[in-house]
T-cell receptor, first 114, second 109 residues
């Protein structure tokens, strides 16, 4: 059974640009959550998508957005990139919403903003 | 999550038990406690989770205080492969994790 796949693994972008990251969950999983990991702030929740609907949102500005497709794949978008957006972005796949079961994380996308 | 605190680092000798503490004094009655660990250049990996009762699985045990304001992850026999950063997590909806600061565990051969 394939794990959670995040693409690309590494990205370098310039301030002011926008970026789109992709996450393919484990087959059959319908919930995808996104997290930002930085040395200073640690792991912080961005948002969760289930059945193509955003169910929860963390405390991030509107420049951070996401969506989920009918096959449960999810994308997150960051517009008008800032240097502080440099981070490891992780997605986690779960069977459903609100189930408190094991979540499976991808290896992440390392975004560097220069 | 400022409400979930863990020691920055701990050391253990190989093949000895390890007790990793976590304080979550403002936990609500419906929050689950999860533990995940992360190796360098990897995403977090599930270890164990529970609500009120102590839990055991093949990897570890989770001891939850009666008032639920703290918990302890117990690795029964530390191996070199257990060296990682261990995160204590509160979860209210099941898919929205509030991560603690993490404890970096060093296992000494």
């Amino acid at each position: 059974k394939a794990g959670v796949t995040q693409t690309p693994r590494y990205l370098i972008k310039t301030r002011g640009q926008q970026v789109t990251l992709s996450c393919s969950p484990i087959s059959g999983h319908r919930s995808v959550s996104w997290y930002q990991q930085t040395p200073g702030q640690g792991l912080q929740f961005l948002f969760e998508y289930f059945s193509e609907t955003q169910r929860n949102k963390g405390n991030f500005p509107g420049r951070f957005s996401g969506r989920q497709f009918s096959n449960s794949r999810s994308e997150m978008n960051v517009s008008t990139l800032e240097l502080g957006d440099s981070a490891l972005y992780l997605c986690a796949s779960s069977p459903g919403h609100g189930m408190n079961t094991e979540a499976f994380f991808g290896q992440g996308t390392r975004l560097t903003v220069v | 999550d400022a409400k979930t605190t863990q020691p920055n680092s701990m050391e253990s000798n190989e093949e000895e038990p390890v007790h990793l503490p976590c304080n979550h004094s403002t936990i609500s009655g419906t929050d689950y406690i999860h533990w995940y660990r992360q190796l360098p250049s990897q995403g977090p990996e599930y270890v164990i989770h529970g609500l009120t009762s102590n839990v055991n699985n093949r990897m570890a045990s989770l001891a939850i205080a009666e008032d639920r304001k703290s918990s302890t992850l117990i690795l029964h026999r530390a191996t070199l492969r257990d060296a990682a950063v261990y995160y204590c997590i509160r979860s209210n909806t099941g898919n929205q994790f509030y991560f603690g600061t993490g404890t970096s565990l060093t296992v000494i051969p």
